[in-house]
């Protein structure tokens, strides 16, 4: 499993390797930021089947968000910022790629499980070594789409000439 972000982002991924583990007798390994050992380490304890193991993905998210321009930033619910945010997390998180890739060669994992952060790195993975991949998405919630009401959606009007939904 691949998460890198806030707490937020790898807390899902560590109640699905919890429960890969212990109902299936999977041996589920989350590559994640070294601010997450103890968390993914402590939710290890107590399985009585399968196991979780933890190895780094480098980066340091909570240092990256924890400015004021950060802050400011994500308070924003403009398309354009929402952009720009999500442009700049791919820039972050991308320089965990070659690590990520070395715990994948190396271990040899049967799937590949990512979060939304850390797609094009899955995808790379995935392609030159040749594991399956599969997203474990759960931004559904500001993701506008036609099967799910976005509960706080991105303004999607502010920049018609980039709106995808309304060009042909």
Known sequence: LKARGTR??????VALARGLA?????MITICTEL?????????????????????PSGGDTHSRIDTKLAKWAMKQKSEIMQALMLARSEV????SEPVCFYWAEIL??????????????AMIISERLRI???????????????????????????????NFNEIG
């Open 8 to 13: 937020g982002d790898v807390q899902p991924f």
């Open 22 to 26: 212990q109902e299936k007798n999977y």
């Open 35 to 55: 601010r997450y050992k103890k968390f993914v380490k402590d939710n290890a304890k107590g399985l009585t089947n399968g196991c979780i193991r933890y190895r």
């Open 92 to 95: 972050e998180f991308f320089n």
């Open 108 to 121: 040899k994992p049967d799937l590949l499980c990512f979060g939304f952060t850390m797609t094009n790195i």
């Open 132 to 162: 399956p991949m599969i997203g474990f998405i759960l931004q559904p919630t500001v993701i506008p789409s036609s099967q799910y009401t976005a509960i706080i959606a991105v303004q999607t009007k502010q920049l018609t000439s980039l």
